[in-house]
């Protein structure tokens, strides 16, 4: 008898953690398990650049790895697509740029929409800026402006479809009314390069895209900042709107994405877990030092600010009739 009771107690203590081994992790805790950054852009990169910078904050307050993978192309749609398909839990989240706003309209056949994401964070934004070379006689865009009227002008951007090429294209027929050619190149750095050998007549990028940098550096001279103020990191260029031009702003931003059917428990801590991250002084000096800034939001700010880009950008590329297949 003793020895039945013996083999009963031992059954019962390995049914229980057979059971424990079990539990799904859906069960457990939110975040039971590390949690992946699918960057819609290059290794180095704006998007990359925030993403690894917030990830490793995340990380801490989570207390969970938060792995970095990039996955670009097709405009930051390679990535998106793969996060749109992903399971709802969490686990598997996107880092991509304005271009997720952009592509609603401009790329035809996706593969998902807008919708199928949930907004958890815009984090950082940079404006979008007019930058041409340094023995460039003109120091900002009014003055620029003035001396192409009747001319031929060039601008370059990093690429078809970006973001910069967008606004800027819509701010010279639509606000400028003047003509000038787009010249795109295959990313920002040869077309920073040939900005600075005073190959074209102006660059169209973002402050955070490296021209920060670039202008500081005395480099290249940075005509405008499509802002409602001018950006602390280059105090000495002014706005469109001093330029003459007070209609258009225009930034670029990089924020995380979840698939829709996440559950808001946990839309809600990855949010206030990002909230916190960005209250980071470190963070918060680094980003501004390259030319963002740092973003704090709620979920619902976040989704709402989201929904007026898709809006936005969606005017200005039906102006222009632009379309990529």
Same mark, same amino acid.
């Given at each position: 008898?003793?020895?039945?009771?013996?083999?009963?107690?031992?059954?019962?203590?390995?049914?229980?953690? %057979?059971?424990?081994? *079990?539990?799904?992790?859906?069960?457990? !805790?939110?975040?039971?398990?590390?949690?992946?950054?699918?960057?819609?852009? %290059?290794?180095?990169? $704006?998007?990359?650049? $925030?993403a690894r910078? $917030?990830?490793?904050?995340?990380? *801490?307050?989570?207390?969970?790895?938060?792995?970095?993978?990039?996955?670009?192309?097709?405009?930051?749609?390679? %990535?998106?697509?793969?996060? *749109?398909?992903?399971?709802?839990?969490?686990?598997?989240?996107?880092?991509?740029?304005?271009?997720?706003?952009?592509?609603?309209?401009?790329?035809?056949?996706?593969?998902?929409?807008?919708?199928?994401?949930?907004?958890?964070?815009?984090?950082a934004s940079s404006p979008e800026s007019l930058i041409t070379g340094a023995s460039n006689p003109s120091n900002n865009?009014?003055?620029?402006?003035?001396?192409?009227?009747?001319? =031929?002008?060039?601008?370059g951007s990093a690429g078809v479809g970006s973001g910069s090429h967008i606004a800027a294209e819509y701010f010279f027929k639509e606000i400028a009314k003047i003509e000038a050619v787009h010249v795109p190149f295959q990313g920002g750095a040869p077309a920073m390069n040939a900005t600075i050998g005073n190959q074209i007549d102006l660059l169209a990028t973002t402050l955070g895209g490296g021209a920060a940098a670039q202008i500081a550096g005395g480099k290249v001279k940075g005509l405008g900042?499509? =802002?409602?103020?001018?950006a602390a990191v280059v105090p000495n260029v002014p706005t469109f709107a001093e330029a003459g031009y007070p209609k258009f702003e225009a930034s670029s931003w990089v924020g995380i994405f979840a698939p829709a059917g996440t559950s808001p428990e946990i839309v809600a801590k990855?949010?206030?877990?990002?909230?916190?991250?960005?209250?980071?002084?470190?963070? $918060?000096?680094?980003?501004?030092?390259?030319?963002?800034? !740092?973003?704090?939001? =709620?979920?619902?700010?976040?989704? =709402?600010?989201?929904r007026a880009e898709v809006a936005n950008w969606g005017k200005m590329v039906k102006t222009l009739g632009l379309s990529i297949n």
């Open positions: 008898m003793p020895a039945m009771r013996l083999v009963t107690k031992a059954f019962t203590v390995c049914a229980i953690a %057979a059971c424990a081994l *079990a539990t799904p992790v859906a069960a457990q !805790p939110y975040p039971a398990r590390d949690i992946t950054f699918l960057v819609a852009f %290059a290794p180095g990169g $704006v998007a990359d650049t $925030v910078m $917030v990830g490793q904050g995340l990380g *801490a307050k989570l207390g969970r790895n938060v792995i970095v993978e990039n996955r670009g192309g097709a405009g930051g749609n390679i %990535a998106a697509s793969a996060v *749109a398909r992903a399971g709802a839990d969490g686990y598997t989240l996107l880092v991509t740029t304005t271009a997720l706003a952009i592509n609603e309209t401009l790329r035809k056949n996706n593969g998902f929409l807008a919708t199928d994401f949930k907004t958890i964070a815009i984090v865009l009014a003055d620029f402006m003035k001396a192409a009227k009747g001319k =031929s002008i060039n601008y900042v499509a =802002s409602a103020k001018r990855l949010n206030a877990a990002v909230a916190e991250v960005m209250k980071d002084p470190a963070l $918060v000096e680094k980003l501004t030092s390259i030319g963002f800034d !740092p973003l704090q939001n =709620s979920q619902a700010q976040a989704e =709402s600010y989201f």
